[in-house]
């Protein structure tokens, strides 16, 4: 069965740094571009990044490019977002799914919580 869990939220102050985590399970991972998403309450779930089967290529919404990196490890079957500078809008719950183009698996994890208060 399709299986992701999240990791690595947390609170952080404006300009600090997470790193996340996503162990995937129940699919052929090296098959699969992989995506990070986020949501908040009330919005619908945002695409934030994307990587290829291969992890060769990468991209970004405009908010994010330049201080968030996708990256993924097909032995461990992992896929990572390591987050600097951040603002108070990139509080929301993440998730990861696979997808290139806003495809995903219908299940879900539970999302890892990031919030930037001061």
């Known amino acids: 069965q399709v299986q992701f869990v999240e990791s690595g939220g947390g609170l952080v102050q404006p300009g600090g740094s997470l790193r996340l985590s996503c162990a995937a399970f129940?699919?052929?991972?090296?098959?699969?571009?992989m995506s990070w998403y986020r949501q908040t309450p009330g919005k619908k779930r945002e695409w934030v990044a994307a990587?290829?089967?291969?992890?060769?290529?990468?991209k970004y919404v405009d908010s994010v490019k330049g201080r968030f990196t996708i990256s993924r490890d097909n032995v461990k079957n992992m896929v990572y977002l390591q987050m600097h500078s951040l603002k108070f809008e990139d509080t929301a719950l993440y998730y990861c799914?696979?997808?290139?183009?806003?495809?995903?698996?219908?299940?879900w994890g539970q999302g890892t919580q990031v919030t930037v208060s001061s």
């Open positions: 990587a290829t089967n291969d992890g060769a290529g990468t």
């Open positions: 129940g699919f052929t991972f090296s098959d699969y571009a």
């Open positions: 799914n696979v997808g290139w183009n806003g495809e995903s698996f219908d299940n």
